[in-house]
């Protein structure tokens, strides 16, 4: 089993996470890397700046970038770190021309006919991709994977539904590669935490609405919860944390809901986690130094669960740029490859 693969802006913050991640990958080589204008024909190596690992993965260094444009790819997936705004543009050409779009942009996430998946939480979604192929008259497609900070706390909400869950709150503190580079300037973010991050409590909010919801004919019945979210950014490099506050419509215990989260098992796929979702019983646990690469960086760490006067209140933990962004596309591209939707 072996599929060729391109990553476009492969530059970036996350475009540069799939370069690593893609490394010495069972199933996906990369065969092509796409960015903008300025840099087409230049080698990857002298284009970056290597922020997330110690090295350039050396398969990387000398190839040669070209443009964002599905006549100068040959990949049977394509994997997406673009910007919203030229997702919007790009990705329907790629899907068009018959390519698989495995995107971490939020341009199409909640399009009626586009998969907004987790592969743990909602895999039947991908019955989805045949309703957008007959309706766009496109050969290829588009999947998405949601938001970062919507993605820890989901997956810790899909064992939930069975015990009758009804509201969630959720505080985030997150973590500044989220913002991208160079992100947020030193100046505003050094000895502060900033209450304000553009359109995350939106997607917060609604994201998680269609991906617990059910699928039924040819789209998605959304899940009847409400989401209330407050989006801080905090000076963490990496790692989403989240204050949860879930509500339920009967009294739930905490060894209940850890029952449930040790439930949720993971896939057999090459990224997948031995265990989705890891407990940690320690009283200042989970942390974003010590926690964030649990599972190669796809799992997600639980903490402090404890009742209140309103429900059930946890932390959770994930790796941003890992589980939250380009190593959620790359598992999304595997369960299309398990399921033989390529």
Not at 65 to 70: G, I, K
Not at 288 to 308: A, E, F, H, N, Q
Not at 314 to 323: A, E, F, Q, W
Not at 329 to 338: C, G, Q, R, T
Request: glycine content about 6%; aromatic content about 6%.
């Amino acid at each position: 089993m072996h599929y060729s693969v391109c990553v476009l802006g492969a530059t970036g913050m996350v475009g540069q996470k799939f370069v690593q991640l893609l490394e010495n990958h069972p199933w996906f080589e990369v065969k092509s890397l796409a960015a903008s204008e300025r840099r087409i024909g230049k080698k990857y190596g002298s284009e970056v700046e290597w922020l997330i690992s110690a090295n350039l993965p050396e398969y990387a260094r000398d190839i040669e970038m070209v443009p964002l444009d599905p006549k100068y790819v040959d990949a049977d997936i394509v994997f997406s770190a673009l910007p919203a705004d030229i997702a919007k543009e790009v990705e329907p050409k790629f899907a068009e021309a018959g390519f698989a779009v495995s995107s971490n942009a939020s341009a199409f996430r909640m399009e009626e006919d586009v998969p907004l998946v987790i592969p743990e939480v909602n895999a039947d979604h991908l019955r989805l991709i045949e309703v957008q192929k007959r309706r766009r008259n496109w050969d290829g497609f588009i999947i998405t994977n949601p938001n970062c900070t919507t993605t820890m706390f989901v997956i810790t909400l899909k064992p939930l539904m069975d015990l009758g869950l009804k509201s969630v709150r959720i505080a985030s503190m997150q973590a500044l590669s989220g913002a991208g580079y160079p992100g947020v300037p030193s100046l505003a973010i050094t000895d502060n935490v900033i209450p304000f991050i553009k359109n995350e409590e939106e997607k917060c909010e609604t994201e998680p609405l269609k991906i617990l919801g059910t699928l039924k004919g040819d789209r998605v019945e959304l899940a009847k919860l409400k989401i209330s979210a407050s989006c801080h950014r905090v000076p963490v490099i990496d790692g989403h944390t989240e204050a949860v506050w879930v509500e339920f419509d009967r009294d739930v215990s905490v060894e209940e809901v850890k029952d449930a989260f040790n439930s949720l098992k993971p896939l057999e796929l090459p990224s997948s986690p031995e265990k989705v979702i890891v407990i940690r019983n320690e009283p200042d646990r989970p942390q974003p130094r010590l926690d964030r690469d649990t599972g190669r960086g796809m799992s997600v760490v639980v903490g402090r669960i404890r009742k209140d006067a309103w429900g059930i209140k946890y932390i959770v933990l994930g790796h941003n740029t890992v589980r939250g962004a380009a190593g959620a596309s790359i598992l999304n591209a595997e369960l299309l490859v398990k399921e033989k939707m390529l």
